[in-house]
């Protein structure tokens, strides 16, 4: 795990030096990097998958491991996955105007839970507007969830302005 932040890095930094080359060109490139064993580029939809020896990461969409342990509202669009030996973290953008809700599904299932959850709670007014957060860390594990009134996607189909951010880290 502990070196798969650094090749996800280093092959992050060759792809955007590759984004005029051809998609496989820059597979290819992206493949000579020490531990990546796959590297997947869709140019149309601009989605990036990077398969190493410790795990993988998709950037820019992606679909959630079969065995995610947290429920998620309905009504999200998945912006990335990553996944490793017990762990998996995904993005999501929701619609403006969730957050709310979103904020009451995560309070009802952490409440309902055997492991116990703290949550915190912050709200940032700036000359932009106010951005709120709420978030959940497991006590006795490593999971958390994460629930921001903004958010910064990879995917242009999402407008950063208009979208709830909602990160889910779960972990051994």
Do not use: H
């Not at 493949?31 to 998958?49: A, F, L, P, R, S």
């Not at 904020?103 to 839970?113: A, C, E, L, P």
Request: aromatic share 8%; hydrophobic share 35%; glycine share 10%.
């Amino acid at each position: 795990m502990k070196r798969f932040v650094p090749v996800v890095l280093g092959v992050a930094l060759i792809l955007a030096a590759c984004q005029s080359a051809s998609e496989t060109i820059a597979e290819q490139l992206a493949e000579q990097v020490d531990g990546v064993d796959n590297v997947e580029i869709d140019t149309d939809t601009g989605q990036v998958k990077i398969e190493t020896d410790e795990g993988s990461v998709t950037i820019g969409g992606g679909e959630l491991p079969d065995d995610f342990p947290i429920p998620l509202p309905d009504g999200y669009q998945v912006t990335s996955v990553f996944t490793a030996e017990g762990t998996s973290a995904v993005s999501l953008a929701y619609p403006e105007g969730n957050f709310d809700e979103i904020v009451g599904f995560f309070d009802d299932w952490t409440s309902g839970q055997s492991t116990a959850w703290t949550k915190s709670t912050s709200s940032v007014s700036g000359g932009e507007g106010t951005i709120d957060s709420a978030n959940w860390f497991e006590e006795e594990g490593s999971s958390f969830i994460s629930v921001s009134s903004f958010c910064i996607v990879p995917d242009a189909s999402i407008d950063p302005e208009n979208c709830i951010a909602v990160n889910v880290n779960t972990g051994e």
